[in-house]
């Protein structure tokens, strides 16, 4: 299948790589009837180049955590 013809996939995020490849578990796509072949599908790896955007639920991101870990790259940087 091509990512890039699906509207969207819906799924856990697994792993992210240094080029924005994303492992998703337990897939599912917005359009069931028009991809019927990707029900079946439960796991999938998407190349980041076809990628346009994700989207993260606001409750499920750790934003201090970000924070914090954009503060250390800064710093380390700097150095």
Known sequence: FSPSALDS?????????????????DISVTDPEKYPHMLSVKNCFIRGSVVRYVQLPADEVDTQLLQ????????????
């Open 68 to 79: 914090d870990a954009a503060r250390k790259e800064a710093l380390q940087q700097k150095q």
């Open 9 to 25: 996939i819906c799924g856990t995020l697994h792993s992210v790589d240094q080029y924005l490849n994303i492992k998703l578990t």
